[in-house]
């Protein structure tokens, strides 16, 4: 395991801000925000700690202008910084800054506050915003394909790369499903029925749910017969889940309890009744299953190649057909048979009489 991941100072100037709360945007601005983040490299108490500070009054109500996060570790296109994040974010006002890159520049930053539950979400049309050192994602790559921070590399964000899959935006198509009940395969495998299984990363939350912004991934499933992937006939609706395992040949992802938005208001809704495993073979997804715990129902989704698939062919009945020829030989033999049973018949009765 190497070293821990380089803690570098950025500045990011940002022209839009959204202020999103349970899914749905409440403010957006378009104005100028000078974000910056520093490393304090001398006071024994905040030492290697991002200190950011965020100047403008506009958004004072929802966010705080001088944040401070603890630890770090990297996602796939963003670096991470959070407070507590082994524990669920416990006793975090902040819980999380996400700092977003594309070819190597800043381009949006996301901040989660836990109570009131905002993100806060910072964009730049410009791309104006880098980070200080040019060689910092290549170095954060190179540390992260090993094994990651140490410190801040956590289960949810290692497993994300687990195999070179990215899950913050997951298709995988499947032709084929077969259904287990009570781990028993029960009926035959379901061929040329498409699927997607769609996991999306959690950015403004889950329709239909009360979850926090910017926590796990969105698992859905869809029936391809719709051509719209997005709005089509959900074979599973959305649900918020999070990975809770990983290895070489797997990534388990798994529901959690939270509560559900209903007509009669919020209930609670026990999500750890879903989950889904993604399996591996040579870093690519071999299949996907979806675990339904609480009815002890796995549902596995693969796309069979056609080389690969079982043809079912269906036998000919064994009716045999005769030809002209065969046919007069039967009527003769008939015929002859027929002869025998009169003469008997006769001989029988001319013995009888005498």
Same mark, same amino acid.
Not at 249 to 275: E, H, N, Q, W
């Given at each position: 395991m190497e070293g821990e991941i380089d803690r570098d100072p950025f500045t990011f100037i940002a022209d839009n801000c959204k202020i999103w709360y349970e899914g749905e945007c409440i403010k957006e601005i378009n104005s100028k925000i000078n974000i910056t983040g520093n490393i304090n490299l001398f006071s024994s108490v905040l030492r290697n700690k991002m200190? $950011?500070?965020?100047?403008? !009054?506009? &958004? !004072?109500?929802? +966010?705080?202008?001088?944040?401070?996060? @603890?630890?770090i570790s990297r996602l796939n296109d963003r670096i991470l910084w959070s407070n507590n994040f082994l524990n669920d974010y416990e006793g975090a006002e902040y819980k999380n800054m996400s700092l977003f890159f594309s070819s190597g520049v800043l381009s949006r930053i996301s901040i989660n506050r836990s109570n009131?539950?905002?993100?806060?979400?910072?964009?730049? /049309?410009?791309?104006? *915003?880098k980070i200080d050192d040019e060689d910092t994602i290549n170095i954060l790559n190179e540390k992260a394909s090993a094994q990651g921070d140490k410190q801040g590399m956590s289960l949810g964000s290692w497993g994300a790369l687990m195999g070179g899959i990215n899950l913050s935006n997951f298709i995988f198509k499947s032709n084929s499903h077969q259904r287990y009940e009570n781990n028993q395969l029960n009926g035959q495998i379901q061929e040329n029925c498409h699927r997607s299984i769609i996991i999306k990363e959690n950015i403004n939350g889950c329709e239909g749910y009360i979850i926090n912004n910017g926590e796990g991934y969105i698992v859905s499933i869809i029936n391809d017969s719709d051509s719209n992937l997005y709005s089509g006939n959900k074979t599973m609706s959305p649900k918020p889940m999070k990975? +809770?395992?990983?290895?070489?040949?797997?990534? $388990?992802?798994? *529901?959690?309890?939270?509560?559900? $938005? /209903?007509?009669? *208001?919020?209930?609670?809704?026990?999500?750890?009744?879903? *989950?889904? /495993? +993604?399996?591996? @073979?040579?870093?690519? $997804?071999?299949?996907? /299953?979806?675990?339904?715990?609480?009815?002890? &129902?796995?549902? @596995?989704?693969?796309? +069979?190649?056609q080389e690969n698939k079982v043809i079912h062919e269906s036998k000919p009945l064994n009716i045999p057909v005769y030809t002209k020829k065969e046919n007069n030989n039967n009527n003769f033999l008939i015929g002859i048979t027929v002869i025998l049973i009169i003469a008997i018949i006769l001989i029988i009765i001319f013995l009888s009489k005498n």
């Amino acid at each position: 395991m190497e070293g821990e991941i380089d803690r570098d100072p950025f500045t990011f100037i940002a022209d839009n801000c959204k202020i999103w709360y349970e899914g749905e945007c409440i403010k957006e601005i378009n104005s100028k925000i000078n974000i910056t983040g520093n490393i304090n490299l001398f006071s024994s108490v905040l030492r290697n700690k991002m200190q $950011v500070s965020i100047d403008n !009054s506009e &958004i !004072s109500d929802y +966010i705080a202008d001088r944040l401070l996060f @603890k630890e770090i570790s990297r996602l796939n296109d963003r670096i991470l910084w959070s407070n507590n994040f082994l524990n669920d974010y416990e006793g975090a006002e902040y819980k999380n800054m996400s700092l977003f890159f594309s070819s190597g520049v800043l381009s949006r930053i996301s901040i989660n506050r836990s109570n009131p539950l905002y993100m806060i979400e910072f964009n730049s /049309t410009q791309q104006e *915003g880098k980070i200080d050192d040019e060689d910092t994602i290549n170095i954060l790559n190179e540390k992260a394909s090993a094994q990651g921070d140490k410190q801040g590399m956590s289960l949810g964000s290692w497993g994300a790369l687990m195999g070179g899959i990215n899950l913050s935006n997951f298709i995988f198509k499947s032709n084929s499903h077969q259904r287990y009940e009570n781990n028993q395969l029960n009926g035959q495998i379901q061929e040329n029925c498409h699927r997607s299984i769609i996991i999306k990363e959690n950015i403004n939350g889950c329709e239909g749910y009360i979850i926090n912004n910017g926590e796990g991934y969105i698992v859905s499933i869809i029936n391809d017969s719709d051509s719209n992937l997005y709005s089509g006939n959900k074979t599973m609706s959305p649900k918020p889940m999070k990975i +809770i395992s990983q290895s070489e040949d797997k990534i $388990v992802l798994r *529901g959690y309890k939270c509560k559900a $938005v /209903t007509p009669f *208001g919020a209930m609670d809704f026990s999500g750890d009744d879903y *989950g889904m /495993t +993604i399996s591996l @073979k040579n870093n690519k $997804v071999d299949s996907c /299953t979806l675990h339904m715990h609480d009815r002890n &129902i796995n549902i @596995k989704y693969m796309d +069979i190649k056609q080389e690969n698939k079982v043809i079912h062919e269906s036998k000919p009945l064994n009716i045999p057909v005769y030809t002209k020829k065969e046919n007069n030989n039967n009527n003769f033999l008939i015929g002859i048979t027929v002869i025998l049973i009169i003469a008997i018949i006769l001989i029988i009765i001319f013995l009888s009489k005498n």
